[in-house]
Structures are given as structure tokens and as C-alpha cells.
């Protein structure tokens, strides 16, 4: 399956179904935050279309000021999601409507603002200038010092700037990047950044430092598992990945905060409230930083946030409410979110977990990896269909057999590759021997997986036979269960 399938393991010890508080589905309040996240992700889309910014928001204040003094809660609600609906499509038209980079030299200092892309004598950046994100590409020997770049770090170039153009423009502008430049000159000085970006940095060549026994596409597919950094990845990998249904594996997102929060909660749990919700915030903030924020990874990180201000103020952590209430928040800060594919398809898994899982857990009598497997396809099928045109059906069988194995590279892949980059060769190297079985596992699976992979009719017969022994199933075990006839299955 394409990316954005995050979420089959968000915690493989404890049941996923349960870390999202699915299938306890009758309590009411519920609604209206969903209801609310709904009409806002709508209204930003529909807000691609307007021109005129300032009407909307003009709008908003006063729908705002209304809702303030309404004192009916539903009058409430109902002014809540006219506010939502005028706001959303406020954002979405001002970030549709944002003026591109003029053409002419441009450059100086500016903040790189993600990890280069591209190989060999070919290279590209997006870096910050002028108030606006360009997308630099260089050719020749500057592509080789641009390739050197990280992102959070500050550097001097030179080019020739212009607007993105064609259908370019609309790719580009998703991640905010309204222009591009054709690089003359990249200078010889790099600064760190900030204090969050230069940390990060340094853990990632830490990492990078730690693994470099491995194998060039051990290592590879081992930094997209721990940090979601696919940069390395041969065509053919990211091919079997995505072929298997697998290349959730390699977008880092809620299974990796998971077990980062596993691997971190006896350190948590010794300290008090006040603190532990404080180092909770700091180890999430570092970790989007450490992934490069990622839509995923915001998505993923919104939810922890939202789950650790409930648990500290004593509230219930529902899982359905925590995701609503993290898309509002998202989509509210960067409208954008809203037409990428990779967050469309992290919420649409996560939806589908909170959701299906424990129903189809319940009702096809399967086991929790696999329910979860198939409610997080459903979550994700209409995107899929839509974007990329098929979902694997491999994935029914890959997912169950590598994302355990995955798994435990995510939760002790980072400290212990970490620890590696301190070792001396003599010890480095069985450290990365022993990690690379694991990483190896899974690269089989993809593999095999996608060579297994039907095509054309064969894959339709595949999906329609695997849904008609669903289907029966799901009769037979209402039959064993007495659902519908005075059992206690419906009430399960």
C-alpha cells in the first residue's frame, strides 16, 4: 500500500484497537468534535477555489464573537461550525491564493528547510528567502556541496529565481514552496540552526555514524524504519515497499512515537505529573524535528499531545476524539494539510483502527494484527484508489508478518544504533551485524511480496474471493455468537 498506512502497530503490546479507544462507540459527545474536524478539512478544501481572503476571515471574527456570548450550547455548536467551515475555507484560499517568487537573481543567507534530494551531479533543497520557500536545484559541483546540506541549517547561495509553473504549482505549494532557483553559487559557510534543529541533526549522524557497518541497502531501509529517512533507499526498494502494501514501514508516524514513548516511559513514569507532561511535550517536539515534521509524523504527534494534556488533566483519552481534535488543531495551523496525500492517508488509516479494528477483530474471529491490517485498508482504500490506483492485496499477509519484526527495530533501532556510533570498529560492526537480520526479514517480505502481488483481473478475483470469505465469516461467527437473536454478541 502507498504511504500514509501508519498505524498497524501504534501498539503492538497492548492491542492497536485499545490504544485508540476503539469500539466503546455509544457515548455521544463524540460527535460533534468529529462532525467539527469533518467540516473543517471540507471547507479548506472547498476554500481552494476562493480568491477573496480577507472576507472570510472578516467572517470568522465576528461568527467568533457570536459563538463567545451564544448561550445555548447547541446555538454553540452550531455557530462552532460555522466558524470552522468560514475559517477553513479562509486558510485554504489564502494558501492557494499566495504570491509566487518573481522572476530574477535572488539568494543570500537562508534556512534550508528540508534534507536535499537527488544524487550524483544532481541535487535540490527547498530553503527559505525573502519571506518565501523556493526550491534550489544545482548541477555540477554545487550539487555536491548542496547535498551536504541538513535541513534547520543556515548557508549562503546565489541563483536565478522564478515561479513554479504548470503542474508543478500545484505540488509544490502543499509544502508551501511558491518559487524556485537554479543555483549559481553555494558558499562554503554552514551554521548549525536553532538549538531543536542542531540537536536533532546531531542525533541523526549519530545514527548514521552508528550504522555505517551496515550494508548499503541494510542501512538504507534501517534509517527509513527508525527515522522515516528514505533519501537512500534504491528505486527498486521503495518499488517492493510500495508493491506489498509495506511502505508505511519506511514513513516515519504514530507506530514510531509509539514505541519511542515505550522505550521513554520509565524514565516518564519517575517523574510527577507537572514534569512528566513536560518531557512527554519535549520528547515529541524533538522527534518531529528529528523526522523533519513530516504530515504523518504531525498527525501522529498531535494525537501523543492531545492524549498527554488528557491524561495529566484527568480526562478520558478517547481515540476518535483525539484525532478530531488533532485535525482541527492541524488544519487550523497549515490549511495545507489538508490536500497532502501522506496526511489523507495517515488519518485514514488511524480513522479506520479507531473505527473497525475492534469490530472486525470481534466479528471475523481474526486476530488483532490482522483486524488491524484490514480496518486500516479500509480507512485508506478510497485515497488509494483515487491517488494510486490499486491497494495491494499482498498487504492482507505482508503487514501481519513484517510489521511485528519492524517493530522492534523502531523501539530499540535508535538508542542502539546511537550507542553504536561510540564503539570502536572491532565492536561496531557485530552491533550492525545483528541488526541487519531483522532489517533483512523485512526487506524479504517486501519483496516477496510484491513479486507475489496479482495484477489486473487476477488481483480483482483476489479482492472479491477475500471479501466473499469475509462475508461468510462474519455470518458464521454471528451464528456461533447469537448475535441479533437475544445473544450478548451485539453488545460485545
Known amino acids: 500500500m502507498p504511504p500514509g498506512n501508519h498505524s498497524l502497530a501504534e501498539d503492538a503490546s497492548a492491542g492497536t484497537a485499545q490504544s485508540y479507544g476503539a469500539g466503546r462507540t455509544h457515548e455521544r459527545h463524540r460527535a460533534p468534535v468529529v462532525t467539527a474536524a469533518v467540516v473543517l478539512w471540507l471547507a479548506t478544501a472547498v476554500g481552494r477555489g476562493g480568491t477573496v481572503v480577507g472576507v472570510p476571515f472578516a467572517v470568522s471574527a465576528c461568527l467568533a464573537c457570536l459563538a463567545w456570548v451564544s448561550w445555548s450550547r447547541r446555538k454553540s455548536f452550531v455557530w462552532m461550525i460555522v466558524l470552522l467551515a468560514a475559517a477553513g475555507a479562509g486558510g485554504g484560499a489564502r494558501e492557494w491564493s ?46 555536491f556541496v548542496l547535498a551536504t546540506l541538513h535541513a534547520g541549517e543556515r548557508t549562503w547561495i546565489e541563483g536565478d529565481c522564478g515561479p513554479v509553473e504548470g503542474e508543478w504549482r500545484s505540488r509544490e505549494l502543499v509544502n ?28 541523526r549522524n549519530l545514527v548514521a555514524r552508528g550504522t555505517a557497518r551496515m550494508s548499503g541497502s541494510d542501512r538504507a531501509l534501517f534509517l527509513g524504519l527508525v527515522m522515516g529517512d528514505d533519501s537512500a533507499q534504491p528505486r527498486s526498494m521503495i518499488d517492493d515497499f510500495r508493491g506489498s502494501g509495506l511502505s508505511h514501514l519506511c514513513s516515519a508516524s504514530g507506530q514510531n512515537v509509539a514505541f519511542l514513548m515505550a522505550a521513554a516511559g520509565p524514565l516518564l513514569r519517575r517523574l510527577n505529573p507537572t514534569w512528566r507532561l513536560a518531557a512527554t511535550l519535549v520528547v515529541v517536539a524533538m522527534f518531529v524535528f528529528l523526522t523533519r515534521a513530516e504530515p504523518s509524523v504531525l498527525r501522529a504527534a498531535a494525537m501523543a499531545t492531545v492524549a498527554a ?4 488533566a484527568g480526562r ?15 488544519l487550523v495551523v497549515d490549511p495545507m494539510l489538508a490536500f497532502s496525500v501522506g496526511f489523507m492517508l495517515s488519518v485514514g488509516a488511524t480513522a479506520g483502527l479507531a473505527w473497525l479494528s475492534v469490530p ?14 484490514l480496518a486500516a485498508q479500509a480507512g485508506t482504500l478510497p485515497v488509494a484508489l483515487a491517488v494510486f490506483g490499486r491497494v495491494p492485496l499482498v498487504a492482507v499477509v505482508a503487514n501481519p508478518l513484517a510489521v511485528p519484526v519492524a517493530g522492534a527495530v523502531m523501539l530499540v533501532g535508535l538508542p542502539v544504533a546511537v550507542v553504536s556510533a561510540f564503539l570502536p570498529g572491532a565492536l561496531q560492526a557485530p552491533v ?61
Not at 472486525?360 to 491490517?373: C, E, F, H, Y
Open 309 to 312: 494534556v488528557n491524561l495529566h
Open 98 to 143: 499566495a504570491a509566487s517568487v518573481p522572476s530574477g537573481p535572488c539568494g543570500g543567507w537562508v534556512d534550508v528547510v528540508s534534507d536535499p534530494r537527488g544524487q550524483g551531479a544532481h541535487a535540490s533543497v527547498v530553503v527559505r528567502t525573502g519571506g518565501h520557500r523556493v526550491r534550489a536545484s544545482a548541477h555540477g559541483p554545487d550539487a
Open 176 to 203: 508551501h514552496v511558491t518559487g524556485r532557483m537554479t543555483v549559481q553559487r553555494v558558499g562554503g559557510i554552514v551554521l548549525e540552526g536553532g538549538g531543536l534543529a542542531r540537536a536533532a541533526n546531531r542525533v
Open 360 to 373: 472486525v477483530a470481534r466479528r471475523l474471529g481474526v486476530p488483532a494484527v490482522i483486524a488491524a491490517t
Open 432 to 492: 550492525c551485524a545483528v541488526l541487519s537480520v531483522p532489517v533483512r526479514f523485512v526487506a524479504w517480505v517486501a519483496s516477496t511480496g510484491a513479486a507475489a502481488e496479482p495484477h489486473g483481473t487476477a488481483a480483482l478475483v483476489g479482492w472479491c474471493v477475500l471479501c466473499v470469505a469475509g462475508a461468510v465469516r462474519w455470518s458464521w461467527c454471528r451464528r456461533v455468537a447469537g448475535w441479533g437473536n437475544g445473544g450478548v454478541g451485539d453488545h460485545g
Open 316 to 330: 478520558p483519552s478517547n481515540g476518535r476524539r483525539v484525532l478530531a481534535v488533532a485535525v482541527c488543531v492541524l
